[in-house]
């Protein structure tokens, strides 16, 4: 059997084949031993030229890869060789060339304009760049002090992100509230999830830590069941409250204080709900005073999780769905799913950055203070969230809003929503197919009829399994995914990549059809063969 | 009063001092309400190619910044208006005008040669392009399935890494083990917790989660108490066992076996250990073979967190450090500190990957399961960390590896600890100054002896940190903090910047000299005066 290609490292004097190898090429001498060389302002502008380029080069030719790769496991590990380089390997070029060959052919394309599976992550260039100029920076603003501007700056994007999505003032700075930005929303879930714990718990005693309950919807995503058991809530006191489809799988305030009141006379203590505005399965908004309202009357922290469709709220359109949101704790939302900021990007605002602080603060002789600090109008981040050490992901937003403005991302956000709708209509108008759940941003879940001879939900299911496998497979077609909801299953379309155009969307519908035709033609003849 | 200058949005039909604007430049144009045109490709190349010439302009004229800026509170959010633009604002290039006059005087340089204070942050070409590379790509490897090559190249780099750091053959994934890239140690740390917290808790119990007992010495970082903290450890129950400077701060492994045994006598059950090489403060070197041994005797998981000093274990030398590591069972560094790969690179390592997966997995019916999937050798990175959304971290520190060798690597970190022992010497020679203790990588921790007839350590305590105020205020001079160990004030010289030569530090020397000398002539005044 031939080896596989492999990417090999050559070093002078290695051996291969018996024959001793010495590579003396321009790029492959090895350097001087002067760290400064390893940031040499010419070798970088001229290296970051060709990255640059490189980028340009996959944008444009995004539509030719297929999203998704075909490979099996280990075929780039088995490429690799086991050990780094011992010397410089053949230059940077070689590197990027490498990484066309051998390592974009292997990846899923998140930015391919037929990603429809998951939720985007939206790239732009003012994203991209924001991350690059941010990288090359290279500050740790951990403290005002530690970097000032990086952290003002971080104050300013919150409040500024935060007027654009319409959020409630008590959620800002000028409000007495405020924002940071984090890596993902599970983060965001762990630390207003652990600011609620120690309150309550100062209120209730740390032993009973044990009795503290989270609420969510059976839609919730696992997130908050990760953030739950990291902060330590026992297992059992994770209540995923049942939805069903008549009620668009929102979570019902009536449940929920049932859910709440059952705890408190089995002795234990409700902490903490997550609503969610655009669940993951099927984008379900869940009604956000009602859930307020009862989680209050019980002293529990209301969060609203809102990774996807909190980027919608750009809109005035959708700010319905925030209706009650004055009276949440905390909001977080993904602005690198929806809203142009590549990943990572979540925004978490909360109404009182005080208890944030006390759950997480740390104080340490060895960090510089200076009197810049003390009693004056300032946030040392670090004490906002799990990590210490953190990036200037402030440079990106705020290069993100300033480069589009609130009016470009409206547009952006709209121009999706419309295509989500003509999707939504091809769908509805083809009798072979139904739509699941009503669409309320960019996300349509749909699915084939099950045929009426086979019936039962289980066909369907399985039928419809096998749509989206056949979808997927075709190499220039689109990519989707998939939910069950309510025992029913069904294929996404995630409307949101920054390249999508209309025709990528009819293009996508029409690889659906086809190959749901194909499949009910064959269903059909093998029915008719066992008749 | 003059209103500070704003770095204002003006919007077509704005109005100042009551006089209509139009401002339209073929920059400020409205763009298409098209998605597409928010990543196109000849803008992204153009903008792509400012932003490499922006960051190399910022390198090569590092040195002439002050290291941090004299701003006080308030002094960039003054500037910016309150809410974001409405359209966009003015242009890229104008963006970049205002990131160099306004964010980038406002920072404080991580990247300077002068920078000495905490730990470095270090840049490398191939770090800083890496990320700029990933954020361009911009892939979600949650799963392998979600980005096949991300995940395989993660998987491959953390071997690689993991043999050039000569670290056990037990962490790596040839061995049973395995690697991950997250963001921060407070991370890795808090994920490893979880790991033992959910395996103990299974053995004795979840009700006794108030019994479990975390370890640690005084001088470990405070990531491990907030990484306790948030994953429900009593607060009473974190030992911090004291060190001492006969022992050069390090965790002595017999008070550590005391504390166990009184704590297991109490009731409480040792739960994990978290050792340290290269503290925070002094980088003291806690001594593994014998922690782990007294741990082991009580069941508890032994971390080592060598955040700073692991980039130093490429060089051979330093190998000694972790003998006994084969009885680990995690060990975490931060690439991002001393080994070029731009922030962030937190690489974690485990002996037994499935207790993480155990403690941290997911299931999800909304992800596309394929075959790949089912039996095969691939991991779902998701289930390995806090996060569940991931950037594609393995590209940048695959570049570092690859474009550097790890002889480069050696060259790189060799470099800084020579001048380290230069700044010693210096040091050393000087018998108004003391090393407070004996330096081992690149950490020089160090002090001006107390005058004599001043006397105490209380007066020199202050004396030095009067020293480090006049040190860093000089606007061309080098950037230090300070550390309070063992009741002694001391000043650390942390060298590590990419950008530090041996001139840099030889300054620093002299700057220190220099108001060193002038404080203790103003105090011999002033006592003279008294006398």
């Not at 997927?472 to 025992?487: E, F, I, L, R």
């Amino acid at each position: 059997m031939a080896p596989p290609t492999q990417i090999c490292h050559m070093n002078n004097g290695d051996s291969l084949n018996g024959v001793a190898i010495r590579v003396v090429t321009k790029e492959t001498a090895a350097p001087p031993a002067h760290s400064a060389s390893l940031l040499d302002t010419d070798e970088f502008r001229r290296h970051g030229h060709q990255v640059i380029d490189f980028i340009a080069d996959y944008y444009a030719g995004m539509g030719s890869y297929p999203v998704r790769p075909s490979v099996t496991p280990g075929f780039l590990r088995d490429k690799l060789p086991a050990e780094a380089p011992r010397r410089p390997d053949n230059g940077f070029a070689a590197a990027l060339r490498d990484v066309r060959d051998h390592i974009l052919p292997g990846l899923t394309h998140w930015q391919s304009p037929r990603h429809f599976a998951h939720f985007p992550a939206s790239s732009s260039t003012a994203g991209a760049l924001g991350e690059a100029l941010a990288a090359g920076i290279n500050v740790v603003p951990f403290t005002w002090t530690a970097s000032p501007a990086a952290t003002e700056l971080e104050m300013v994007v919150m409040d500024w992100l935060g007027k654009a999505l319409h959020l409630p003032e008590s959620l800002l700075f000028p409000g007495g509230g405020g924002g940071t930005l984090l890596g993902t929303s599970c983060e965001a879930i762990l630390c207003v999830l652990v600011a609620a714990r120690e309150r309550k718990l100062a209120e209730i005693g740390s032993r009973r830590i044990g009795d503290l309950v989270v609420y969510c919807s059976d839609q919730t995503h696992f997130a908050l069941r990760k953030a739950a058991r990291i902060a330590g809530i026992h297992r059992d006191n994770c209540r995923e409250i049942p939805t069903c489809r008549d009620h668009m799988f929102a979570l019902s305030p009536a449940d929920l204080r049932t859910a709440m009141d059952a705890d408190v006379d089995a002795g234990l203590v409700p902490l903490f709900l997550c609503a969610t505005i655009g669940t993951t399965q099927t984008a379900a908004v869940d009604p956000v005073r009602e859930l307020c309202d009862v989680a209050a009357a019980h002293g529990a922290w209301t969060h609203i999780d809102a990774a996807y469709a909190g980027s919608a709220l750009v809109c005035p359109e959708f700010r319905h769905v925030m209706d009650g949101a004055e009276a949440v704790d905390s909001f977080s939302m993904n602005a690198h799913k929806w809203l142009l900021a590549n990943t990572d990007c979540c925004a978490l605002w909360v109404r009182r950055p005080a208890l944030l602080v006390a759950g997480l603060g740390t104080e340490q002789e060895y960090i510089l203070k200076d009197s810049a600090e003390d009693g004056h109008d300032v946030v040392d981040y670090k004490d906002w969230s799990v990590t210490l050490t953190r990036r200037f992901r402030a440079l990106k937003l705020w290069l993100v809003l300033r480069c589009y403005g609130v009016e470009g991302l409206r547009d952006h956000v709209r121009a999706h929503v419309r295509m989500a709708a003509e999707f939504e209509r091809m769908v509805s108008s083809d009798e072979r197919f139904e739509v699941v759940v009503t669409r309320q941003f960019s996300l349509v879940c749909f699915r084939l009829r099950s045929p009426e001879k086979l019936g039962g939900e289980k066909a369907a299911n399985e039928i419809n399994r096998r749509l989206l496998q056949e979808v997927n497979v075709t190499s220039s077609g689109p990519y989707m995914s998939s939910a069950k909801v309510g025992g029913i299953y069904m294929l996404r379309c995630a409307i949101g990549s920054t390249l999508t155009e209309e025709r990528h969307v009819t293009e996508a519908w029409k690889v659906v059809q086809d190959r749901g035709a194909e499949l009910l033609r064959k269903m059909e003849i093998s029915s008719s063969v066992l008749a």
